[in-house]
């Protein structure tokens, strides 16, 4: 998708008449980023492609193509989910492995990228790292969601990286655990009872939607809509935050793991 759309962008510049550096230049754009839409090798953001479609007479073809645009960055498993996401009023996650794709720094998200067996290409990595962080445009949205993020504390100290990917990443935590809209909280590794060890999973309301649940392990995932299932997934969360630490015993928690790094 993302070729046959710089396929489309390419087409209409030159039908304008157009080089890449004047569209460039009035969308705010480098000719070598307008190089790297029209070649399939960069996501190309929606504000983009509204300003392109305007700048080059497109008569909406480029906007037809910028929700698929949008689905076309995620890997397969995890389009669906990430739709919702987007939409969502309400976000909440138990995370177990790694720190959540929403809260990751971009040094984190490709040291955890260039682990994965089989391993990824170079362009497949960029292509993901810059799909994770235009998620994280849903911190800049209002009204704000409202988000919560339970994680293990084995997580917090796995150094995926290096010791300065993982202490940048925890920087990251407390500036947004910081945010009126989103709690943290740490679930620590000496407590004896943990309602989260069947797994991580995704709590998503979206405003006048049931909520639904999504579950992910081993590049699969799936989307949890039956309302008993997730009615069960809710009530696990529930019992998993009155477990943790409260968020600003969370925050505390993680200024104390900075500290020792």
Request: glycine share 8%; with cysteine; proline share 5%.
């Amino acid at each position: 998708m993302l070729h046959l759309f710089g396929q489309q962008l390419k087409l209409c510049r030159m039908r304008a008449g157009m080089e890449r550096a004047e569209l460039g230049a009035r969308t705010g754009y480098s000719a070598s980023t307008i190089a790297s839409f029209e070649q399939g090798r960069r996501i190309p953001p929606p504000k983009f492609i509204d300003q392109a479609d305007e700048v080059l007479d497109a008569a909406g073809v480029l906007k037809a193509g910028k929700k698929e645009v949008a689905r076309a960055q995620y890997p397969a498993f995890f389009r669906d989910a990430a739709l919702l996401e987007a939409e969502a009023v309400e976000l909440h996650l138990y995370a177990l492995q790694a720190v959540p794709g929403l809260l990751q720094t971009e040094e984190y998200t490709r040291a955890l990228l260039r682990l994965r067996r089989p391993l990824l290409d170079e362009e497949t990595i960029e292509l993901r790292v810059s799909a994770r962080l235009t998620r994280q445009e849903i911190f800049n949205r209002w009204p704000a969601p409202l988000m919560g993020f339970a994680i293990d504390e084995a997580v917090l100290r796995r150094p995926f990286g290096g010791r300065s990917v993982l202490r940048g990443q925890l920087e990251q935590l407390l500036l947004l655990g910081a945010k009126r809209n989103v709690e943290i909280q740490v679930m620590p590794l000496d407590r004896e009872d943990n309602a989260g060890v069947d797994g991580p999973f995704t709590l998503i309301a979206r405003k006048g939607e049931e909520q639904v649940a999504y579950l992910e392990v081993q590049g699969r995932g799936t989307l949890v809509t039956d309302r008993e299932e997730v009615r069960a997934v809710a009530a696990r969360y529930g019992i998993i935050r009155a477990q943790a630490l409260t968020p600003r015993e969370s925050l505390a928690f993680i200024e104390k793991l900075l500290g020792e790094l």
